[in-house]
Each structure stands twice: as C-alpha cells, then as structure tokens.
C-alpha cells in the first residue's frame, strides 16, 4: 500500500477555462503558492478481488468520475488492469472555494501510481494530478509553482518556481462560509468563457505571469499582492459578464475586499485574493499579520497559513 499526503495551494495567478476539457488543459497558464495547513492523505492498494475501483472519501464510498479518469490513465499507461481500493481523508472543506480537489489529486497521482508500482518525477506526477484537477499539478510542489497551459498531455505540467522561500509571506483566509458552492468549478470555468472580455483576459494573463515571476524573484511581497489581487478580480468578473451571468461572491465577501483595500491604502501589506467560492484569502506578512486578523477576525474564522511543502508519502 502508498499513502500520501498533498497540502491546498492558492492561486495567484488564476486559471479559469480550458482548451481541452478531455485532458484538462487550461487556457492559460497560472502560478500558486502551495500552503501548509489544509491538506489530504491517500492510501492506494491494488486489490485482486476488485472489479471496480474502491473509493473511499471520508469515510463513505463514493463514485468519482474524475477518480476514475486518473485510474484509468494509470492502466493504459501501465497495462495493468487491476483495480484499486483508495481512501482518502479529506482536511479542508469540500467544494467550498479552498482548493480540496488539488490536495485530493495530487496526493492521488502520487498514491496511486505508485500502488501500479511507477516512480515517477514530480514534472510526470504532475500531469496524472491535472487530470483530475488543474490545480492540483501545483499541489505537487511545495511553495511557488507554475502550471504551463500546454498544447497536449506531456506539454501541460506544473513545475517549481522557489522551494523553499527565502522570504516573509502570510495567507490569511477568512473561512465565512464552509457550504458547498452552487456552481462546481468546472462549469463556472465553461459558463466564463462566454464572457465578453474573456480574449482579452487570457491575453492580460501572460503579462501578469511574466510580472509575477519577477515579483517572486525580487521577494516583492507587495507587487505580488497587487497582482494577484488584480487577476483574482478581473477573473471574477469574467463571471458576472458571461452569458450565463453567476457569481461566487457574497456580502461578506465584497464586505472582506472592501476592509482589506482600506487596510492597504492605510499602509499595511494586505492584498485579497478569491478562487471559485465566497472566501477571501488575504496576502501578507508576519510583521502585519496582527493588525489584518484584528481587522478581519469578525468577518469569520481565521485561518494563517505559511508557505507549504509538496506532495510526499507518509
């Protein structure tokens, strides 16, 4: 049996909508930041007996057709046509916008491909993760990481920009609301693509890349923030524009935005960031890490997190 476990990353530069949902290639290419408390653990055992696969998620079996996407790549990839008893235990809420399927696939490409006896790299491991979920090929590493958007199966992987960090960086969420959204994220990526001005903010996207990188590379926690705030806001736009107009955002939600940018016009590092839910995580650092949870604290309950590991067996 292979156990592993994969920690939640936060996008900073977003990916919203796909090229080829087959293989689960993105539009553009996204950069996230791997954290380290909101993870999932994945046992894979290959089971004579079986003549489906057992997937056990907290406790309850369940079928998952994206659970069986990646087991079915594994056989073809193998030519091993066994079946496979899976349990994974699930340390972030489900659905909610908190990134549970990233930790979930990448903790299940690295459990499960080896349970078929493969020792894969974690440029490899992340390709298998992205077939269950495009996020979780940045799950595979630990702090800064960047997925290429790709043309195909092998072109599409994630890789790591700086493991560990030589500098100071908070992400603080604000965990309001735990329900699981309305709209997965698949379909919000589908209905966005609708939008207007979704050309153009797949165009602005390889600029913010090419920015962020060199934010990361400076330690400029404050370039970082700002862009990051930028992307996640323009992507949530593309939302409420698409033909199909939804969005994931709440009062308490638009509420956090609103403090957090009167916290950094007033001279503290804070900088929000929203994937596909209501929940706002703030960017920021130890020395203001105080003064944002005492602004933010009644919003919802607080959760700190630091730069976070990668995948790894346990």
Not at 2 to 22: E, F, M, Q, V
Not at 108 to 122: C, I, K, P, Y
Not at 270 to 291: C, L, M, R, W, Y
Request: hydrophobic fraction near 40%; charge should be neutral; include cysteine.
């Amino acid at each position: 049996m292979s156990k592993a476990r994969a920690y939640t990353n936060i996008a900073l530069i977003k990916y919203w909508g796909k090229s080829d949902p087959l293989w689960n290639l993105p539009t553009t290419g996204s950069i996230g930041l791997t954290l380290d408390q909101l993870y999932t653990e994945t046992s894979a055992k290959i089971n004579d007996d079986l003549k489906q696969d057992y997937f056990m998620l907290n406790g309850q079996k369940t079928q998952n057709l994206k659970v069986m996407k990646v087991m079915n790549f594994l056989r073809d990839l193998t030519g091993d046509r066994h079946f496979v008893e899976i349990f994974s235990e699930n340390h972030v809420p489900t659905a909610a916008g908190l990134a549970s399927s990233a930790s979930g696939f990448a903790a299940l490409a690295m459990a499960a491909s080896q349970a078929f006896g493969l020792s894969l790299d974690r440029k490899e491991l992340s390709t298998i993760a992205r077939l269950g979920s495009g996020s979780a090929s940045r799950s595979v590493f630990g702090g800064f990481s960047i997925w290429h958007a790709g043309h195909d199966h092998d072109s599409s992987f994630a890789e790591s920009i700086l493991d560990p960090l030589n500098f100071d960086i908070r992400v603080i969420d604000i965990l309001a609301d735990k329900s699981t959204k309305k709209i997965s994220s698949s379909q919000g990526m589908q209905l966005a693509q609708s939008a207007p001005n979704y050309a153009a903010w797949c165009s602005n996207s390889q600029k913010q890349i090419d920015d962020m990188l060199a934010a990361i590379a400076n330690s400029d926690l404050e370039k970082i923030g700002l862009i990051a705030e930028k992307n996640a806001l323009a992507m949530h736009e593309l939302n409420r524009t698409a033909i199909q107009a939804f969005d994931y955002f709440t009062q308490n939600t638009r509420d956090i935005i609103a403090a957090t940018k009167k916290l950094y016009n007033s001279g503290t590092l804070a900088f929000a960031t929203i994937d596909a839910g209501p929940n706002v995580k703030v960017i920021t650092n130890s020395e203001n890490q105080s003064t944002v949870i005492e602004t933010l604290k009644n919003y919802g309950e607080i959760l700190v997190q630091k730069a976070g590991p990668g995948v790894t067996n346990v």
